[in-house]
Each structure stands twice: as structure tokens, then as C-alpha cells.
């Protein structure tokens, strides 16, 4: 860590007199409890009552006070821990070092099945390594037990039954318990007058129900507890008071009922409370006993072979609301080959839809064919599907929700194909989270992201992209400054690193791409104008390659220019001494266009005599793509008939070509999780339309934890021309460098190698 050095013997950095270094290297434990998910609590053998919240930084979260008490500081965070956030990272900021914060937050409860491939531990499998039964891993249903149907006390919701010769409603003149009950009227029809509650014939079921008879009611001398009218499993003729009526019972019809009176008997009534069925010895394990049904289980999940594979539970019901999370991968895509269904009809499926030559996610009513998800690729990707009625909708990785209605209740699952026994997918499953619940997006994002964190080796990941272990290669100099936002290139024997450090930019050379030492003689490189220029504010983010025997840069300029960014050119010899162009900026946001926030520079790309620019303007979520052309670098025309080619909180481009094949890696910021990854995309030409382009992936996913777990930015292919179509510069492999952070705005640079796309 940085000190003063004395007689060439280093010193640790000190504050107030104390060792911070090994004050932190105390530290006992960092926890958060579930009793009080709002605070991390730090132990240490002594108190430093001088540190407080601003001492410290953990990602994805912000402190917003904290209190000693004797050797505890607490951290109280201005949002909860969730459960699916999984450990946390604390920093130190005076030393920059880290610690671990172990989660205790438990499971809110809603969980009501979680299948991990990787966990299969009490699976049963035959010798041809095929699933006979993926056992206990689909829990109950409601935590109520092993309910089939729970009706409750009249309380907070209306019991809905199904009726014949009578009425039933919410009433408040007796009650079992608390306020309302059902009362039920007799009309003037002749024959048996009961309710009933579908159930499945030939179960067995433990029913309970209370039953009131007023006195008066001529005709109603016993309440029946029976299946479908018929059937005597419990009764009572006792009057003006409540009585119980249970029964452990398996109807031979399916349902199960009430009944009183059979005579014409018009308006005669009586009441029933607190009515429960629950399924015996309930089983919703996923099975397939036939061999030639099951499907293929492995480390990676399990995959179904699109013919005739599938596995499915009993019929149970999953109630409304509801939210479904589901790790699965396409082996080989077809029109409507179904991912997963209800048992019993068409309300939980998703499956992929061929619209104009490419392949969109869909399910019925939620998503259409113009603003369903389109999918490209063969790997793992994560669906969430909340089922709630109208406000129902589903999501492909983080891309935006798809809206829409869905039918009522889920009626159980069959995975490898449709309810029917047809449209079966050539798919593989890893996970699936069944949740009792409507999640919030927060509550939904963590999952997600938990999701990704436990699958990054297997979820939507492209081009095999491995980190180098010695990542970051280049740190800022102080917690304050950043050293990212890097442009890598070769020229000659060296590699040059141009960087963002706040307002200046700055240079780093290295002898082999690894190690990076910063050009303390030169730097700043680029320094901001004066006020009023248009960059009098700050210069950075640049992008500089090396053409004939000219060095140029664009690079952002903050100062007086709409939206206050704008994009700047400079020019160099040597690559040290740089000039700015007197046409800047040379390109400006445009007041009431899409890029009014400001246009800020990152991709280039020369094809043929004309320079290609990829520059994005906007803030957060609203961070959008434009495309300009040049033949001078000076003189740029926006795309103003297709821009924006990217929306949703994408930034930052960087463009290559490979073989036939432009391509474009592109962050993408997901503004409810405070985070971003990069992305990349493939045209036959270099405009990146959307009509044209093809999504392939996720190139870099936030690590679980670490330098770069919230943030990575900025990507850049190693090479040494603007043409960007050889790879020589770096032995034949795709270096690319990347900017990344930990939630605490302390930006670094690392590196990813490839051998290929």
C-alpha cells in the first residue's frame, strides 16, 4: 500500500497516529442478520470510534449511517439484504482493502420449489445416465402444506364455490371466527341443495369445514360433508351453534361437497366457515418412469431430445400470483418447440416463434410477435415469467418486460414440450424457481443476478473469453481517480494504454500487454481547454489509433456544449504531443434530437475511405447508439434516418472486423441493478441496424465479487490498425481489454483472452 518510505524501509499510510492496515486486518467478522436486514455489522477486539459510514463502500448499496457500540459498527444500508444477493463485498476506503460480508438473510418463505441441476444429489439414474425421477426438488406448493385447495376464512377473500339450486356470499351475521362467513340461500328449485369444490377423483384428502343451522329452517335438518351431492363422509343436524365437520376422504367423483335440504325450500339458509382441503401424502416431484421418455441428465443440466423426452408433475395448483425463474438453453431451434407447459392447458408455455427469418420468444397473450424477445445463439439464458392476471409478463435476461394477461392458475408442470404431448424442444434445463409470489423488481433483479452469478460459466456467455489472472492490470493512483475508459493498441514493439483519469487523459506503455507502467514524464497527454471552450470542464474517454504515420484521438470534451458533451479530435506525431483540431467539437447533441443529453465518442471503424463512428448519448437507462460517417474525421453525417441503432442503456462501443464480419461490443447498463456487462453483435455491414445485426450474446458478466462485480465498460480489441480486421498484435488471440468496478466508483482496467470467436 502506499507510504513514506525511510531509509528505503516502508512505512504503512497512517491517520490520527493509527495503523489502519492492521486495525482492518482485526476485523472479527462482517455479517447481516436477517433480523435486521438493513445492517451490516462489523466486529472488531477495539473500537475506532472515528470511522463511520464514509469510511466504507460496499457494492451495490448505499450506507447511510452508522453507530458504534463498544467494538460493533453497525452499517445501516438504505435498502435490504436480500437472501439471492449472496455474500457482499465491504471496502475499506483509506486502505482499499476488502473484506467478505456473510449474508444471513433467510428465504422469505415464498419459495415454493427450486430444481438445481447441480444439486441433483438423491437423483436416481439407470445405466444409460438418463434421469428415472428428478425427486425433491419441486416442494410443496403453498406453505400451508401439502394444500391442493385452501379456501380460508372468509377474512380477506370471498370463498368461491360452485353451487346448485342455491347461493353462497360473504356474510357478516355469523362468523367461526372473526367477521364474515358464507351464507348460503336456498331458491325455490326442487332437489338437493349443495356446493362443491373440484378436487381430482381417487385422491385422498383431509377436509374441514365449520357449519351453522339456524333454528327455523324447515327443511334443512342435516349439512352433508360428501363428494359431487352424493356420498356421506361427515354430517350434523345441530343447530344455532357451530360444529365441525372433518373427514379424511378420497371421492370416487371429482369434487367434494356440501349439501342440506332436497325439498322446494326457497330462502331457508345456513353458513359454513373456514373451509380446507388438503391432498394426502401429496407428491410434485417431476417424473417419467418410461425410459424412453427421459431425458439425459449431466453436470451442465438436463437436455431433452426434441422427439419425445419430457418430464412432469402430478396436476397440482400453483395460485396466481406467481413468478417463475427458469435457467434453460436451446439445443437446436425450431418453430414452436416448447420450452416448458402447464399440465392441463396453455398457460405457462415458452417456446420460440420464427418472425422474418429470426427467432422471438413467446407466450400466449404475453408479448407479440412485433415486441417479443428476439433470441439468437445456443446458450444458457435465464426466463422470468410472473403470472398476475393483467399485469402478467415475462423477461429474457434483462432485456424489457413483455406485457400481457395470462390464464388463471397454473395447473402443474411438464418440461421438453407442450401440455398436449406435442412441440417438443431439443432443450436443456438447469434451474427453475417457483416462487409464491408477485416479485418486486428489486426482489426479481437480485434472483436474476443471483442466477447469473451461480451459472457464469454456462449463462449466454460468447466468444470463451477467459479473465487474466493477473487482472487489474492498470489501478488508479489514488481511490479518487480513475484509471479506465482505456483505448489498447500496438504499435511497433510497444503497447500503448490511453486513458480516462477523471479530466485528463493519460498514457501507460508496456512491453508485453501484461504489465503497464504510467508515462509520469508526459502525462497528462490531453489536459481540458479554458473556460468558456467547449471542453474547459474536463477531456477524457478516448480513442486513439495509429494511421500512416499519424496518431489520432477522439476523445470527450465537457464544457459548454449541448447537453455539456461533445466529441472532440486531436492529432499527434509521437503520440505524446497532441493538437487539437480548430473544427472542434465535431460532434455536438442536437436540442430535441435523440442525442440532446450530450454525444460522447468510443467506436471507429475505417471501411474503405470512410470512417464509421459509433457514439452515444443519454444518462443511465436512457443511454442510447448512434451511427456517423466521415471521409475526414472533421465532417461527420448522423445516420438521422435510423438513429438511435441501440436503446435500453447501451454505451460505449467498440467495433472490429473478424473474417466476414463486422462486429460491435457494446456495455449494456441494467439501471434497476445498478450494473452493466458487454454484449456483442454481428453485421454484414457496419451500420448495426437492428433489422440486420444479430445479437450473439454476453461476452463479460459481472463476477459474483471482485474489482469488476459491478460494472464493466469500455471494451477494446487489442490490435494496431483502424481497420481492425488483424489480430497479429497479440499472437493471434482476441485480447480484450475492459474497464470494471465494484459498486465504490474506484475504476480499474483488466483484460480478457480468447482464442477466437
Not at 242 to 255: F, K, M, R
Request: with cysteine; proline share 4%.
Amino acid at each position: 500500500m502506499p507510504g513514506i518510505s525511510v531509509n528505503k524501509i516502508p512505512i504503512p499510510f497512517r491517520k490520527s497516529g493509527i495503523n489502519w492496515s492492521s486495525y482492518w486486518a482485526t476485523l472479527i467478522s462482517a455479517t447481516v442478520e436477517n433480523a435486521a436486514p438493513t445492517h451490516v455489522v462489523l466486529t472488531f477486539p477495539t473500537a475506532q470510534t472515528s470511522l463511520g459510514a464514509t469510511d466504507f463502500t460496499i457494492a451495490g448499496f448505499t450506507i447511510s449511517s452508522a453507530s458504534w457500540t463498544g467494538a460493533v459498527l453497525t452499517l445501516v444500508l438504505s435498502e435490504a439484504v436480500l437472501v439471492f444477493d449472496g455474500s457482499l463485498t465491504i471496502t475499506f476506503i483509506t486502505t482499499g482493502q476488502t473484506a467478505t460480508v456473510t449474508n444471513n438473510v433467510a428465504d422469505d418463505g415464498n419459495t415454493v420449489a427450486w430444481f438445481d441441476s447441480q444439486d441433483l444429489t438423491t437423483i436416481t439414474k439407470d445405466e444409460s445416465d438418463k434421469v428415472s425421477l428428478w425427486k425433491d426438488k419441486l416442494l410443496q406448493v403453498s406453505d400451508e402444506g401439502a394444500d391442493y385447495v385452501l379456501f380460508g376464512d372468509n377474512e380477506t377473500q370471498k370463498t368461491t364455490v360452485s353451487v346448485s339450486r342455491c347461493t353462497s356470499a360473504q356474510s357478516d351475521e355469523q362468523a367461526h371466527g372473526g367477521t364474515y362467513s358464507s351464507k348460503v340461500v336456498h331458491n325455490a328449485l326442487v332437489g338437493l341443495h349443495y356446493l362443491y369444490i373440484n378436487v381430482i377423483a381417487s385422491r385422498t384428502y383431509n377436509v374441514s369445514v365449520w357449519v351453522y343451522i339456524p333454528s327455523g329452517q324447515a327443511t334443512i335438518d342435516t349439512i352433508t360433508l360428501g363428494s359431487g351431492g352424493a356420498g356421506n363422509f361427515a354430517s350434523t343436524n345441530t343447530k344455532n351453534t357451530w360444529v365441525q365437520l372433518t373427514a379424511e376422504c378420497t371421492p370416487g367423483s371429482a369434487s367434494i361437497s356440501l349439501s342440506s335440504g332436497s325439498s322446494n325450500s326457497p330462502d331457508e339458509y345456513w353458513y359454513f366457515d373456514d373451509f380446507t382441503i388438503k391432498e394426502v401424502d401429496v407428491a410434485h416431484d417431476l417424473e417419467q418412469a418410461t425410459a424412453d421418455y427421459q431425458p439425459v441428465w449431466s453436470e451442465e443440466g438436463i437436455t431433452f431430445d426434441g422427439t419425445d423426452d419430457r418430464i412432469a408433475t402430478r396436476p397440482i395448483k400453483l395460485k396466481q400470483p406467481s413468478t417463475l425463474y427458469a435457467v434453460v438453453k436451446m439445443e437446436t431451434v425450431k418453430e414452436s418447440a416448447y420450452f416448458f407447459d402447464a399440465i392441463w392447458r396453455t398457460s405457462l408455455n415458452l417456446y420460440p416463434s420464427l418472425v422474418t427469418s429470426k427467432y422471438y420468444l413467446k407466450t400466449p397473450s404475453v408479448g407479440s410477435t412485433t415486441n417479443a424477445t428476439y433470441i439468437e445463439g445456443y446458450d444458457y439464458f435465464v426466463i422470468r415469467l410472473q403470472l398476475n392476471a393483467g399485469s402478467s409478463y415475462y423477461r429474457i435476461n434483462d432485456y424489457a418486460k413483455q406485457e400481457g394477461a395470462m390464464t388463471a392458475n397454473l395447473d402443474g408442470l411438464i418440461l421438453g414440450c407442450k401440455y398436449n404431448l406435442g412441440n417438443f424442444g431439443n432443450v436443456s434445463v438447469r434451474e427453475i424457481i417457483i416462487r409464491d409470489a408477485a416479485d418486486s423488481d428489486e426482489v426479481s433483479d437480485a434472483i436474476y443476478n443471483s442466477l447469473i452469478n451461480k451459472n457464469s460459466s454456462s449463462v449466454d456467455l460468447y466468444g470463451a473469453f477467459e479473465k487474466y489472472a493477473g487482472n487489474p492490470i492498470l489501478k488508479p493512483t489514488a481511490p479518487s481517480d480513475y484509471a479506465a475508459f482505456a483505448s489498447t493498441l500496438k504499435v511497433g514493439d510497444t503497447y500503448y494504454m490511453y486513458y480516462h483519469k477523471k479530466t485528463t487523459v493519460n498514457r501507460a506503455t508496456s512491453s508485453d500487454g501484461l504489465t503497464w507502467v504510467d508515462d509520469t514524464v508526459n502525462n497528462p497527454i490531453l489536459s481540458p481547454g479554458v473556460n468558456p471552450d467547449w471542453d474547459y470542464a474536463a477531456v477524457g474517454v478516448p480513442m486513439v489509433w495509429y494511421e500512416g504515420t499519424t496518431w489520432y484521438m477522439l476523445y470527450r470534451g465537457q464544457g459548454n456544449t449541448q447537453g455539456n458533451d461533445a466529441v472532440g479530435l486531436a492529432t499527434s506525431s509521437d503520440g505524446i504531443t497532441w493538437t487539437k483540431s480548430l473544427s472542434n467539437p465535431v460532434i455536438v447533441g442536437v436540442e430535441g434530437e435523440w442525442d440532446e443529453a450530450g454525444a460522447e465518442h468510443w467506436g471507429i471503424i475505417k471501411v474503405g475511405d470512410t470512417y464509421y463512428t459509433y457514439y452515444e448519448a443519454g444518462v443511465g437507462p436512457a443511454r442510447q447508439i448512434g451511427v456517423a460517417t466521415s471521409t475526414d474525421l472533421v465532417t461527420w453525417t448522423k445516420d438521422a434516418a435510423n438513429n438511435p441503432i441501440f436503446t435500453g442503456g447501451r454505451f460505449c462501443p467498440f467495433a472490429f472486423k473478424y473474417g466476414d464480419y463486422y462486429y460491435l461490443l457494446v456495455p449494456h447498463y441494467v439501471f434497476v441493478s445498478n450494473y452493466s456487462e458487454i454484449e456483442i453483435y454481428r453485421d454484414s455491414e457496419p451500420t448495426f441496424y437492428p433489422a440486420s445485426r444479430e445479437y450473439l450474446g454476453t461476452v463479460k458478466k459481472c463476477s459474483a465479487s471482485g474489482w469488476d462485480s459491478a460494472d464493466q465498460d469500455t471494451p477494446v480489441i487489442l490490435t494496431d490498425t483502424i481497420f481492425r480486421d488483424t489480430f497479429e498484435a497479440a499472437g493471434g488471440k482476441l485480447w480484450l481489454y475492459y474497464s470494471g468496478n465494484a459498486g465504490s466508483d474506484v475504476w480499474s482496467e483488466g483484460l480478457l483472452i480468447s482464442d477466437g470467436l
